[in-house]
């Protein structure tokens, strides 16, 4: 069995807010081997993104908070470090890639020099920080990289922003790349191109990649397994043909109901039902029985457990029932 690279295990990360403590991140745990993809699934407001900030512990302050859990980085727990040894890791072993880099490059320095200080932040020289920016540029895909090295983010496309947020990510040849809904603010060409680019270099490099999103066509050509996420738990979770073939939790499958198919062609659209509960609020039993067309009393009763089933793990206490229904139909 591969040792994996980062081990996420029962990670619980809260918010304090006016309303109270939300429970942005509650209990989610998942593996992530070199070379391989994991991608975090699910609507906006699930705990995906408060999941990769966590890792890298950059979580707002002073309201964001991890409670518990551990976050395994090659089998040594990054909760338990400093802030100057967390620094250590972060661009070096860790790198992140956000959704909207001009919210991440600052506007008042070039590229060329924030790509240089990602180098030299883990040692080297001026001049050779400048040599490598310019071949992590020229490497991302970014013509004329002397010319763009002296630009400033306001100067460059958003395609081109994210190839230079990419090449200040891989500076240092990261073992995991966490990709924050890297595509989202793109077209479609250039969302197609910057996957691609990441799928490359990954093979090229054979770093991890946690791919956060909630685009189910970018989990389909990307990944090798996926965590499907709600309210703040991982809800089912299995290699990628196991989740997209054979869902088994009811909002998975809502999910992938839901997407635009050919067969779907004239009809409307399959909808989901209700709304997420307040993270300050948590209902005792199952988070998705108000929205679930499949529930008991049971399922509001208590929260359930995730149940190993086939290739994947499932947060529900009727998915044999589920499946023998619809084996019986």
């Keep these: 069995m591969i040792e994996p690279v980062l081990d996420v295990r029962d990670l619980r990360t809260y918010l304090k807010t006016p309303r109270g403590t939300a429970w942005a991140v509650d209990g989610v745990s998942f593996t992530l081997a070199s070379g391989k993809t994991r991608a975090l699934v699910g609507e906006s ?28 980085l090659e089998g040594n727990d990054l909760l338990d ?22 919210t991440s490059l600052n506007p008042v320095f070039t590229i060329g020099n924030q790509v240089a200080e990602a180098v030299a932040a883990h040692g080297g020289s001026k001049s050779h920080a400048r040599r490598r920016a310019l071949e992590l540029l020229e490497r991302v895909g970014i013509e004329a990289p002397e010319r763009v090295h002296g630009q400033y983010p306001h100067e460059l496309s958003g395609g081109m922003r994210q190839r230079a947020m990419i090449a200040m990510a891989l500076a240092n040849r990261p073992k995991v790349l966490i990709a924050d809904e890297p595509t989202t603010a793109l077209d479609v060409t250039v969302q197609a191109q910057i996957l691609a680019l990441i799928r490359e270099i990954q093979d090229e490099m054979g770093m991890a990649v946690l791919l956060i999103t909630h685009d189910l066509g970018v989990v389909a050509e990307m990944a090798d397994d996926v965590s499907v996420m709600y309210a703040g738990h991982v809800v089912e979770s299995g290699p990628v043909r196991a989740i997209f073939h054979h869902p088994q ?31 300050t609020d948590w209902p005792t039993g199952c988070r998705y029985a108000s929205r679930c067309r499949f529930r008991v009393d049971a399922c509001e009763a208590s929260g359930p457990p995730m149940i190993a089933r086939d290739a994947a793990e499932v947060r529900c206490i009727r998915v044999d029932a589920i499946a023998q229904s619809e084996a019986t139909r």
């Design 81 to 102: 470090l400093t802030w100057n040894e967390m620094r250590a890791h972060r661009g070096r072993d860790l790198a992140m890639i956000f959704q909207e880099p001009m």
């Design 249 to 279: 939790h009811p909002y998975t499958r809502d999910l992938l109901e839901s997407l635009p198919s050919r067969q779907s062609r004239g009809r409307d659209l399959a909808v989901i039902e209700g709304v997420v509960p307040g993270a």
């Design 45 to 72: 407001g699930c705990g995906k993104s408060m999941v990769a900030l966590s890792i890298v512990q950059l979580l707002p302050e002073p309201a964001g908070f991890v409670d518990s859990g551990q976050v395994l």
